[in-house]
């Protein structure tokens, strides 16, 4: 399980107040935080509000690298910024994301290979929005792996997110998004990996962690690979190195949990 740490992302205001205090020790800490808590990635989310989003960014981009080694995940539905990104990380980064739209694959697929980028691919496109039913979203899928196969991506570079919604609102689609993970990963050989915002599942519920951590063993249990999600949730990263067990894709070890939660990347 790579765990994508969520926690750079301009939603949370101590994040939106160091973009807005051009503060970067807040940023530093949890770039610092979620590497020592076992985080693969970062996400970096410039949120909402900021005013100048091409300077927020690079700031965030910045701060991070400043810090840590950790690969970044530079999370934007603008091109642009993403590109402008890509060209300031020092260590090959991950696209999040591009939507199954034609348009959207011809400007991110190249701008991936030029970067020796990974790619979070959405199950999801202008047309269909966010469909409910998994043949949908796993139709949408294929046409992503289909893309990396055209534009010579690695298939283990590509991450398809089937998409999750907060289950208060949308109780329906968590059984889809589990449907769509088994599916893309019997239907593509090579499989790509998979991820998901993880926290979604919870937005607006009482008992957050509690249902991100069923939700997270529940998507493993479907193919999930990957999550974006807060790893300084002990909870949850136990519950994730249990399930890695319970699924025979660990050495059972009486440490297990320490070792898959234990720092992969250098801290400066
Ligand atoms: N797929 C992909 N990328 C994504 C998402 C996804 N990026 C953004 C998001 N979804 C994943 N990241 C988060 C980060 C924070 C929260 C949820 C998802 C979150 N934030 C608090 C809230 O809204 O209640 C913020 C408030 C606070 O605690 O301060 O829950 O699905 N590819």
New binding site residues.
Partial sequence: MEI?G??I?G????IKQAIIDGNPEPVAAWAVKQTQLGAAWL?I?IGAAATDPSKAFKFLIEAAQGAVDTPL?L?STNYDLIEEGLALCKHPALI??CHADRHKIERVFPMAIKYNASI?G?AMSEESGIPKSSDVRVGLAMELVAAADEFGLPMENL?I?P??LPVNVAQDHFIEALETLRQVKLMADPSPKT??????V???CAN?NLINRTALVLLMGAGLDSA???PADTDLMDAAATARVLLNKEIYCDSYADLFKSARHTIH
């Fill in positions: 994508i969520e926690r992302n939603m949370f205001t101590d996400d989310n995940a999370d999040n994301s979070i959405l991450y997110d998409l999750i991820t998901c915002g993880l926290s979604n919870s937005q607006r957050r974006i999600a807060n």
